[in-house]
């Protein structure tokens, strides 16, 4: 099985930069990203991939990959893995109670 680098190497690098230079808004909140914050600040600038990785989403597509913050990338991560997992069933016993 051959290997994917996904968000890593040449290519993810090029892309990166060009979201960066061609997109100024958040694609999922529509609000501005201060492309000069650092990293880890959570309105930091990301690319996100619109359609997840996981999902079987092209890493290196152009099409695939918007500008978010941090914040609102990671938000949309969690919840569309959220809806994707099976919830728990709980039942009571209410003779026992």
């Not at 061609?22 to 690319?47: A, F, N």
């Not at 597509?61 to 099976?86: I, M, Q, V, Y």
Request: hydrophobic share 30%.
């Amino acid at each position: 099985m051959a290997y994917s680098k996904g968000r890593a190497g040449t290519a993810w690098n090029k892309l990166r930069a060009q979201v960066f230079a061609e997109e100024t808004d958040c694609w999922i909140c529509g609000k501005y990203v201060d492309q000069e914050l650092p990293r880890t600040h959570p309105m930091s600038r990301t690319v996100d991939h619109v359609v997840e990785l996981w999902q079987q989403g092209a890493p290196t597509d152009r099409a695939n990959c918007r500008l978010a913050h941090r914040r609102c990338n990671t938000s949309k991560s969690n919840t569309t893995r959220a809806k994707g997992r099976p919830r728990a069933a709980f039942t009571v016993n209410t003779t026992a109670l």
